[in-house]
Each structure stands twice: as structure tokens, then as C-alpha cells.
């Protein structure tokens, strides 16, 4: 049904930048609030940019002014842009879908490796 597929990740310098790219399958693009979250070796996931249906956007602090969220729903792809790369955004990035107001309503992309370093 619903299918998340990830593009985009590789190795870059510091300082670098890089688009991350997630295609969306199924009837739910346009209705659902994307998100990009990530996941280094032994730390937690967690939330890097939100975007919802409406087109506004959250970011997490230690991304904001490097990182850009932003949806083509024509498309049904969701992008994040990364500029200005530091060795901390290595990480595994994670496509994210849901619907507010539905409970237990979330699909997952695969998953691409982000590796900053000179």
C-alpha cells in the first residue's frame, strides 16, 4: 500500500551539502505531515524537520539556518536540503508519514546513510 523510498544519501566534507529526497506511493501524500528524523550509533532517534500539509515547517535547534524541509506534492516527494554539513549530521535519515487525528496512522522509510567526514 503505502511505500516511503529514501534517495539522496552519501559521503560529503564538512561544510558540504547535500538533498535528501523520499518518494511517497499510495493516496496519502497531500493529507499527511512529513518528517525527516535521524539515528547515529547508540544515540536515540530523533525529529530533525517537520512538515505539514499546510506547507508549515519545524526544525530541530541544532539544524535550523543549515537545514530545509519542503514538499512537491505534484510529486509526492518530500526534500531536505542540507547545507553547511558538520560531522555530527552523520547519521542513518529516515523518512517519516503521518495524520493528525489518526491514531496509530505511520509508515517509515528504509532508511539512508548520511556520512560527514573529510
Known amino acids: 500500500q503505502v511505500q516511503l523510498v529514501e534517495s539522496g544519501g552519501g559521503l560529503v566534507q564538512p561544510g558540504g551539502s547535500l538533498r535528501l529526497s523520499c518518494a511517497a506511493s499510495g493516496n496519502i501524500f497531500s493529507s499527511s505531515t512529513m518528517g525527516w528524523y535521524r539515528q547515529a550509533p547508540g544515540k536515540q532517534r530523533e525529529l530533525v524537520a517537520t512538515i505539514f500539509s499546510s506547507g508549515n515547517t519545524n526544525y530541530a535547534e541544532s539544524v535550523k539556518g543549515r537545514f530545509t524541509i519542503s514538499r512537491d506534492n505534484a510529486k509526492n516527494t518530500v526534500y531536505l536540503q542540507m547545507s553547511s554539513l558538520k560531522p555530527e549530521d552523520t547519521a542513518v535519515y529516515y523518512c517519516?508519514?503521518?495524520?493528525?487525528?489518526?491514531?496509530?496512522?505511520?509508515?517509515w522509510g528504509q532508511g539512508t546513510q548520511v556520512t560527514v567526514s573529510s
Open positions: 517519516n508519514a503521518r495524520k493528525w487525528g489518526i491514531p496509530n496512522w505511520e509508515y
